[in-house]
């Protein structure tokens, strides 16, 4: 029974590993029995004419294998895969853009000197490389939030229709917005952990150009709890994701959120020298963290005075639905 | 002539899912006896349902994830058999779909004269 063992072999590479073995023994097994079946039927010797028969009632490896699989097996689903494709059409002529600056920025560095392909090949290079890195990121946050959002269905009669949120509702998210979030958290994660080289300033002097690494030996004392903080980012956005919307515990989550933002950055500011230039550096932080406290106190005004939809209608009184 | 062979096709798949709609009461109606895949069949096409193996087996799978099948390898004939019977909650469910398709049967009766 080559043809069966091929069939089968053939139907597991299409399975999840964890289920692949015992679902290849049972279909081995029932194939087996349904050829020996009909060559009992007909009167004649199991045969590669019988197999065929039955591998071919038995559908194309790969639809058979699909009908054992337990999930879609898919990394970006119809729900997704519009925002998914919008970011990659904002990113690649993004990143040909930038590409195309550091041409121009590179040729104007040699004057006098006639035109070089040089610069054009480092700025294709890291425009490929950096196009890569971003892509792969981007698409590990897509397949993310994907499996994040399947929802478990809403059992029939326990949906409540009064929980639908306003047409002007302040509380909906943009999918688009939030995954562009995850991934900017991702990216400035990643950046400050794995490459702190690139976190840099590009000075002009006269025709000259110089990149100076921005982060002093004193910033790594604060990156755990950056670490903490972006984690933390990430995670509520993931649950806001998965909600839909805003709710009001994911509201004071993102107060609480803001407030811990504007106090790691007043940490840094009032803390011995963390930066190359530290004095600007903590200049931009201060600002930084004065915004954060507006932001926070917007944040907390809004939640003392409103109550964000979504919550059950019934729960307020009817005549002041609380907007 | 195209016509005719998209109203086959179309009779085909709405035949196909009507069947599709009875297929796990029937399952779970004929699993109070343990059985291995290829005996279901034959005990389901026995009685005037015929299956496609390719359908019935991974059903039987997804059953059993769903907790509605208990399900134990067996060598039987110098051959491993993965067998089949209905769990208790499995019990449960074929009553309230029997129930269910009990009442759909006679309003259709009715609908259809």
Redesign the interface.
Known sequence: MDLIDRYVHEVGQHLPWNVRADVEAELRSLLTESVEERARAAGRPADAGLATEVLRAFGVPKDAASRYAPDPQYLIGPRLYPVYRTVLRIMVPAFAAVTLTLIIVGQFQRPGEPPSIAPFIRAANGFFSGLLFNLGLVTLIFALVERVMRRQPVAAGTWDPSTLPAVNDPDRISYFGRVVLLYLIAAVALLFNVYPQWVSVVVFHNTDVQVYALLGPGFGRYLPVLNAWWAAAFLLNLVVLRQGRWRRPTRWAEFALEVANAVILAVIVVGPPAFAYDVIVKVVLQVFAVISVIKAGMQLFRLLRRRPAGEPWHTGSPASPGR | MVMGETQLSLKENLSLELRRGVLVLAVLTQLHDEA???SLKKRLAENGLDI????L??LL??LE?QGLLDSA?RVEES????YYRISAAGKRLEKDLAAEWTSLARVLHGLLG
Not at chain 2, 52 to 55: C, F, K, P, Q, Y
């Open positions: 291995y895949g290829y496609d193996e390719g359908t087996y991974p799978r997804r994830g390898w051959r491993p058999r993965r």
